[in-house]
Nanobody, 124 residues
Framework: QVQLVESGGGLVQAGGSLRLSCTAS??????YAWFRQAPGKEREFVAV????????YYATSVKGRFTISKDNAKNTVYLQMNSLKPEDTAVYYC???????????????????WGQGTQVIVSS
């Protein structure tokens, strides 16, 4: 069974850090991404990485604060979140595609599998 399982969410004060993990089981994907969805808002792109190669891309709102990385041996992707702000509060979702998603990586429709989501709350 193919699954994406996220972990690492929680409550943190503004300025703090969290690291989210996403472990894939059942297969390896070509593209992994993180999205987030705040209450009453649409799901938005956060960051993307590719299983082969070193390319990563970030939403403007998180660039310089968040880092996406991967551990190929563990089939796991991470999102290190530093300098967290209250506006980062959201449910964070891991997404994966069997294809190497090109320039449309910010669109939810490009991804075949989604995790269940992990809540991140940043208090002011």
């Amino acid at each position: 069974q193919v699954q994406l399982v996220e972990s690492g969410g929680g409550l943190v004060q503004a300025g703090g850090s969290l690291r989210l993990s996403c472990t894939a089981s059942g297969r390896t994907f070509s593209t992994y991404a993180w999205f987030r969805q705040a209450p009453g808002k649409e799901r938005e792109f956060v960051a993307v990485t590719y299983w082969r190669g070193l390319s990563t891309y970030y939403a403007t709102s998180v660039k310089g604060r968040f880092t996406i990385s991967k551990d190929n041996a563990k089939n796991t992707v991470y999102l290190q979140m530093n300098s967290l702000k209250p506006e980062d509060t959201a449910v964070y979702y891991c997404a994966a595609s069997v294809y190497a998603v090109g320039g449309s990586y910010q669109y939810t429709g490009q991804y075949d599998y989604w995790g269940q989501g992990t809540q991140v709350i940043v208090s002011s």
